[in-house]
């Protein structure tokens, strides 16, 4: 999908980081753009940056995890647009601990973000970009840690893993159909955004009980939180997802040389040889 000028884009995940940075350069591209995101007044400050850009831009609010929120944003960006051309699945959340120890609210919440916030959007939007007809994109952030794996992060790995898996089958679907929707996993290596600090948009219902923290998870998710804070910009993942969109390439990944693309490699190679896990950190 290549003309973008006058198009509509929607953004999941919206008020801060890469859905921040894809809603600007989506803008940037000429694309009316919604917005949407659970956190309200980081939401409503998105919107008076893409406005004062001179982007025409809505803001919804969203619960990702939800099929009937999403649904309703579909809904929103019709009344107001009449068409969507571009979803963005991009919200996401992260919890770490041991396997055995971490509450299933981690993980229930983990993948009703990761993963079902893609399966919803998907939902929501496919049916629209088919009843169109219409030259249409699928935008899902996955993560490079799709590809790969680590202790103490188990909720993340498999969502990520999940949320890939799920992209290449719809591309696939698309594909064999002839429809003119192309779909791109973006699979970012560190990125500076606030995903260390996601407790905060947690729900109240799949919060953490009086559990104590174990070492594990206390040194994971500090060591998330110090990580990030060096990532790369968001604005080079916006980017890399823009030009593969463009490209009609469905892998959007860390370049060549990043570590996570060497772990990346050494996962497939370990998988090829049937050898036994080992640490790619």
């Known amino acids: 999908m290549k003309d973008l000028r006058g198009k509509v884009a929607v953004v999941t995940g919206a008020a801060s980081g890469i859905g921040r940075a894809l809603a600007q350069r989506l803008g940037a591209e000429g694309m009316r753009v919604v917005i949407a995101d659970v956190e309200q007044e980081a939401l409503r400050g998105a919107l008076r940056?893409?406005?004062?850009?001179?982007?025409?831009?809505?803001?919804?609010?969203?619960?990702?995890s939800s099929q009937d929120s999403v649904t309703a944003l579909a809904e929103k960006?019709?009344?107001?647009?009449?068409?969507?051309?571009?979803i963005c699945n991009n919200a996401g959340v992260f919890a770490g601990g041991l396997t055995w120890e971490?509450?299933?609210?981690?993980?229930?919440?983990?993948?009703?973000?990761?993963?079902?916030?893609?399966?919803?959007?998907?939902?929501?939007?496919v049916p629209i970009f088919l009843r169109q007809g219409e030259p249409a994109h699928v935008i899902n952030t996955v993560s490079m840690a799709g590809f790969t794996y680590g202790p103490t992060s188990s909720a993340y790995f498999m969502s990520k893993h999940a949320a890939l898996a799920?992209?290449?089958s719809l591309?696939?679907?698309?594909?064999?159909r002839g429809a003119p929707v192309g779909v791109t996993a973006v699979c970012p290596e560190l990125v500076a955004t606030r995903i260390g600090h996601a407790e905060r948009n947690r729900p109240l219902h799949l919060?953490?009980?009086?559990?104590?923290?174990?070492?594990?998870?206390?040194?994971?998710?500090?060591?998330?939180?110090?990580?990030?804070?060096?990532?790369?910009s968001p604005d080079a993942i916006a980017e890399r997802a823009v030009n593969a969109m463009k490209?009609?390439?469905?892998?959007?990944?860390?370049?060549?040389?990043?570590?996570?693309r060497r772990m990346c490699n050494a996962r497939l190679e370990l998988v090829r040889t049937a050898s036994n896990p080992q640490m790619l950190f």
């Open 49 to 64: 940056e893409l406005t004062s850009a001179g982007v025409d831009a809505r803001a919804v609010r969203c619960d990702v």
């Open 77 to 86: 960006t019709l009344e107001a647009f009449g068409k969507a051309h571009v």
């Open 102 to 125: 971490a509450p299933l609210s981690d993980y229930e919440w983990v993948m009703g973000v990761n993963v079902y916030g893609v399966l919803h959007g998907i939902r929501a939007f």
């Open 166 to 168: 799920l992209s290449e």
């Open 171 to 176: 591309y696939l679907e698309l594909k064999n």
């Open 207 to 232: 919060k953490r009980g009086d559990e104590p923290a174990s070492p594990e998870r206390d040194a994971v998710e500090n060591a998330i939180k110090t990580a990030i804070a060096t990532g790369i």
């Open 247 to 260: 490209e009609d390439r469905f892998y959007a990944l860390a370049p060549e040389g990043d570590a996570w």
